[in-house]
């Protein structure tokens, strides 16, 4: 089982909760998210690396909705983060500190004391001013700090190129060089511990062939230093495992975890995961609501109350969301639409070209596989609200984001005396 959506007697169920229910009273447009399939999937890469026990350090980019974050603390999930909003998150979800990782090319001084402070326990250093920054920090805290040194293994993940990060070009992680000095030069760093090797090569990657191919570069590297005395404890083998969002055919757990543990299977490091999409991914949908149906000449616009601004994926990378009706017709009859949102953009598209049933003004639609990078991406654009969250378990649903209102929209704002009227 994939995910707990699917159909009876032509309705759109999420787990035992009618979907068109939840529209009714919580209105559209919403992201709802499945408690059970968001669990499963961490449920089944912990069973998948069962044998080395590894950190799963869900991360929180994709989705950091609390109820979704204390869901996966609950059952055992650390958080990889890349801010200080998402510590800020993560510790009000309940996270251990000792089980949070912190990635990112641009930590400010606020951030790196902030999480120092919270005593987290990793960071992931992506260039020696940072690592000295941190060194600093530290010293000034009076307190060891325990890093990871994220490596650019310099592989072509195979995935869109806003989303590939472990290339040459990219700006994340240190060339293996740069890491190998670092270690020479320890000692510089008292108040630090270089604890680590961390690496992320990408995001949506369905084939094993370039995790293994990154994870072969970093071991041999890994023999080398080891050959010169350095030592690392901690393994952090990023995330990326793609999803299925149309006819990709994803390793799954079990594979991906067939194909990476026995590379490390002799060495004694801790293994650390930071999945979000393979968490996220197929665990949440977008639902929006049809206001008109607009016939060009050309095409078909079905024109529907959630846009780009709610879910930037399609406008951003072009990305596949299968459209489900929450009412299947009986007549099955279908038509080929644009669904677009209202927003001033010729980007504002959530589908495009799709041939879907018959739609009319006021029919609602679920845009699949939008847990991950959904509402995490969302923004005020067009000084639309920010819609609902809502978390079915069984045949439970609550509100876990209210909708905004037009005075979160201006929360924040004033304006000065010496701009006057005339
Ligand atoms: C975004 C990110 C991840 C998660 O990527 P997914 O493709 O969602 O699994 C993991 N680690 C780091 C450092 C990231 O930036």
């Given at each position: 089982?994939?995910?707990d959506f699917?159909?009876?007697?032509g309705?759109?169920?999420?787990?035992q909760?009618?979907?068109s229910?939840?529209?009714?009273?919580?209105?559209?447009?919403?992201?709802?998210?499945s408690?059970q399939?968001f669990?499963?999937?961490?449920?089944k890469?912990?069973?998948a690396?069962?044998?080395?026990?590894p950190?799963?350090?869900?991360?929180?980019?994709?989705?950091?909705?609390?109820a979704?974050?204390?869901a996966?603390?609950g059952?055992?999930?650390?958080l990889?983060?890349?801010?200080?909003g998402?510590l800020?998150?993560?510790?009000?979800a309940?996270?251990?500190?000792?089980k949070?990782?912190?990635?990112?090319?641009?930590?400010t001084d606020?951030?790196?004391?902030a999480?120092?402070?919270t005593g987290?326990?990793?960071?992931?250093?992506?260039?020696i001013q940072e690592?000295?920054?941190i060194?600093r920090?530290?010293r000034?805290?009076n307190?060891?700090?325990?890093?990871?040194?994220r490596v650019?293994?310099?592989?072509?993940?195979?995935?869109?190129e806003h989303?590939?990060?472990?290339?040459?070009?990219?700006k994340?992680?240190?060339?293996f060089?740069?890491?190998?000095?670092?270690?020479?030069?320890?000692?510089k760093y008292?108040?630090l511990?270089?604890?680590?090797?961390?690496?992320?090569?990408g995001?949506?990657?369905?084939k094993?062939?370039?995790?293994v191919?990154a994870f072969?570069?970093?071991?041999i590297?890994l023999t080398?230093?080891?050959?010169?005395?350095y030592?690392?404890?901690?393994?952090?083998?990023?995330?990326?495992?793609?999803?299925?969002?149309?006819?990709?055919r994803p390793?799954?757990?079990e594979?991906f975890?067939?194909?990476?543990?026995?590379?490390f299977q002799k060495?004694?490091?801790?293994?650390i995961?930071?999945?979000?999409?393979?968490i996220?991914?197929n665990?949440?949908?977008?639902?929006s609501?049809?206001?008109?149906?607009?016939?060009?000449?050309?095409?078909?616009f079905?024109i529907?109350d959630?846009?780009?601004?709610?879910?930037?994926?399609?406008?951003?990378?072009?990305?596949?969301?299968d459209v489900w009706?929450?009412?299947?017709?009986r007549s099955?009859?279908?038509?080929t639409?644009?669904?677009?949102g209202?927003?001033?953009?010729?980007?504002?598209?959530l589908a495009?070209n799709r041939k879907i049933q018959?739609l009319?003004?006021?029919?609602?639609?679920?845009f699949?596989?939008a847990g991950?990078?959904?509402?995490?991406?969302?923004?005020?654009?067009?000084a639309?609200?920010?819609?609902a969250e809502?978390?079915v378990?069984?045949?439970?649903?609550a509100?876990?984001?209210?909708?905004e209102i037009?005075s979160?929209?201006?929360?924040?704002?004033?304006i000065?005396?010496?701009?006057r009227?005339k």
């Open positions: 089982m994939m995910h699917h159909y009876e007697e309705e759109l169920y999420c787990e909760v009618r979907v229910d939840i529209a009714e009273r919580v209105g559209t447009p919403f992201y709802l998210y408690y399939t669990t499963e999937h961490l449920l890469l912990q069973k690396f069962r044998a080395a026990k950190l799963i350090c869900f991360s929180m980019k994709a989705n950091s909705n609390l979704v974050l204390r996966l603390v059952k055992g999930a650390g990889d983060i890349v801010s200080g998402e800020f998150r993560a510790r009000k309940g996270c251990a500190p000792s949070i990782v912190y990635a990112g090319v641009g930590k606020a951030e790196i004391e999480a120092i402070r987290i326990l990793l960071f992931n250093v992506e260039s690592l000295d920054r060194g920090l530290a000034k805290l307190r060891k700090v325990k890093v990871s040194l650019n293994p310099n592989v072509d993940p195979d995935t869109h989303i590939a990060t472990g290339g040459a070009e990219s994340f992680g240190l060339d060089d740069t890491v190998r000095l670092i270690f020479m030069r320890q000692e008292p108040n511990a270089i604890s680590g090797i961390h690496v992320h090569i995001s949506q990657i369905v094993g062939t370039p995790f191919k072969r570069k970093v071991l590297f080398h230093l080891e050959q010169e005395g030592r690392i404890q901690y393994l952090n083998l990023g995330g990326g495992l793609g999803i299925i969002y149309s006819d990709e390793q799954t757990a594979q975890a067939k194909q990476v543990l026995p590379l060495k004694k490091y801790k293994l995961l930071e999945p979000g999409r393979f996220a991914g665990s949440g949908v977008f639902v609501r049809v206001i008109y149906i607009k016939p060009t000449k050309v095409k078909n079905a529907i959630g846009g780009m601004n709610d879910l930037i994926r399609p406008a951003l990378y072009d990305s596949f969301h009706p929450l009412r299947q017709t099955g009859e279908k038509q639409y644009d669904v677009v209202p927003i001033c953009e010729s980007g504002d598209f495009k018959k009319q003004s006021g029919d609602l639609l679920a699949a596989s991950a990078y959904g509402f995490s991406m969302a923004s005020n654009y067009n639309r609200p920010r819609p809502v978390m378990r069984g045949g439970r649903f509100i876990v984001r209210r909708r037009y979160d929209l201006v929360r924040g704002e004033r000065p005396s010496w701009v009227y």
